[in-house]
C-alpha cells in the first residue's frame, strides 16, 4: 500500500486490537491512508483535529 515500516506496523497495531480511528499528526500517513478505500483499509486515519470536531457536541 506504500506506508513506511513503522507506519504499517502502527496502523496494523491499531487494526488487531479493533480500532476504529488511528489518530495522528503525521501528514503524509493521513495523505497515503485516505488516499485508499473502506475495504481496503477498514480503519479510519484522522488528525487529532478532525478527531475532536466529529465528538464534540
Request: charged share 20%.
Amino acid at each position: 500500500m506504500g506506508f513506511k515500516n513503522f507506519d504499517a506496523m502502527h496502523i496494523a497495531s491499531a487494526q488487531l486490537a479493533n480500532a476504529d480511528v488511528f489518530v495522528t499528526c503525521d501528514d503524509r500517513l493521513l495523505a497515503r491512508a485516505n488516499a485508499y478505500d473502506a475495504p481496503s483499509l477498514p480503519l479510519r486515519v484522522l488528525n487529532p483535529l478532525a478527531f475532536v470536531a466529529e465528538h464534540l457536541p
